[in-house]
């Protein structure tokens, strides 16, 4: 038992049938069904190296519905395919006779990935483990099974019925992702070498806002870096005339500004903001200081004197965590300010983890090494403003039922 929770150290799996839920979450769209980036497809790896002597079946999601990315999880099949042979199968089922009786004929040493989890409606269900626990879905799969194991450490913050409600249905146990993931979040809170040096960029404001005031109201970080949309409101905090153009992409911009201005006062011997950005005029960069901004032109990175001052900053640093990219990197013109912050991670003595989505994934693309990609974004930036996960809480509660 581990953080309160147990883990494939606890348990027996040999001849087993283990239900396995992992985040196999990638770049994919039903236009171009080709996994480029396999990061989550390779992390598996140990976890089922260790359940080697187990019949294993796989539960994972593909994209959300209405979006480009909802698709068979047959391209992640593809993969898998490719590194563990005829010992993986798949079937385009997940509840109905077909995945049933695949899961009845499935040996030790085999591997079976169902179907995307997010065609059944029982997975998009609202509820406690318990009441998902009630759903066909569980109902169907549990009584096939010996044990389920949690390893989607990406997807940690979210409740639906596969990742909390086969807990009360079943032994349940984390997987390695997991509990690698939880061992490097708790020594990054209570601790790190120092100096603590945190980037924080991307798209997602609410929560990097929130993780922002969290770290530094509870003196988590020494330094914080801050780029992607979360420099508008720091850099608005801060006094600067940001334009229009660049409060557009928040939903809610005004009403962040008051904050940032407290935070900013409180703590700007810890916030490193940006000195210059690139401008996007028409694809081509622009670079300005920030008392020059356009009222035509977005930001659509940080410039080269910003990117040169925070690489110093990280050079120094015990241990670094980055989340969220500086600017809108997939755009090559963009790109800089996030590959100089990468590489500057990857060069540094310090102990380094890159948050996991799009900064993880491009970290993984550069083929850089890193001390540690997270598998997780959302569920990192939860972790780091002291959420309890929803499925963390859910195996706690298994750990406390096996005892």
Not at 96 to 123: H, S, T, Y
Not at 140 to 154: F, K, Q, S
Not at 223 to 248: R, T
Not at 354 to 377: C, H, P, Q, R, W
Request: hydrophobic share 40%.
């Amino acid at each position: 038992m581990k953080h309160g929770l147990m883990t494939l150290d606890d348990v027996d799996v040999k001849g087993k049938k283990v239900l396995i839920r992992f985040d196999l979450n990638s770049t994919v769209t039903i236009e171009d069904p080709v996994i480029k980036d396999t990061l989550r497809l390779d992390q598996i790896k140990p976890t089922l190296e260790d359940l080697k002597e187990a019949a294993v079946i796989i539960l994972a999601h593909q994209g959300r519905k209405g979006k480009k990315d909802f698709t068979s999880l047959q391209p992640h099949a593809n993969v898998l395919k490719e590194r563990y042979g005829d010992r993986l199968k798949f079937v385009d089922d997940t509840v109905g006779e077909k995945a049933v009786n695949a899961i009845k004929a499935l040996k030790p040493g085999e591997i079976l990935l169902l179907e995307n989890v997010r065609f059944l409606e029982d997975e998009m269900q609202k509820g406690t483990p318990e009441e998902l626990s009630k759903t066909k879905f569980v109902q169907t799969l549990a009584p096939l099974v010996d044990l389920y194991v949690n390893d989607a450490y990406g997807a940690a913050h979210r409740g639906q019925t596969s990742l909390v409600g086969f807990t009360p249905a079943l032994p349940s146990c984390a997987g390695r992702i997991l509990e690698r993931e939880i061992d490097v979040m708790e020594n990054i809170l209570t601790n790190p070498d120092k100096p603590m040096i945190y980037v924080i960029g991307g798209a997602k404001v609410e929560t990097k806002f929130k993780v922002l005031k969290n770290l530094l109201e509870n003196k988590k970080a020494d330094k914080i870096l801050v780029c992607g949309l979360l420099q508008n409101i720091m850099l608005a905090g801060a006094g600067v005339d940001i334009k229009e153009v660049n409060k557009k992409p928040i939903k809610g911009f005004d009403d962040y500004v008051g904050t940032a201005k407290e935070i900013y006062k409180k703590y700007k011997d810890q916030l490193v903001l940006p000195i210059d950005l690139a401008l996007n005029k028409n694809n081509e960069r622009i670079e300005v200081g920030i008392d020059a901004l356009s009222k035509d032109y977005s930001s659509n990175d940080i410039g080269h004197k910003t990117t040169e001052k925070f690489v110093e900053i990280i050079k120094e640093a015990g241990t670094i965590v980055a989340n969220g990219p500086a600017g809108v990197f997939e755009n090559e013109p963009f790109a800089y300010g996030s590959k100089e912050i990468l590489h500057a991670m990857a060069d540094s003595k310090a102990y380094s983890i890159v948050g996991g989505g799009e900064m993880g994934g491009y970290a993984n693309t550069l083929k850089l090494d890193m001390n540690f990609i997270s598998t997780g974004g959302g569920a990192m930036l939860a972790y780091l403003t002291g959420k309890k996960l929803p499925v963390i809480a859910a195996l706690e509660k298994a750990a406390q039922r096996m005892k």
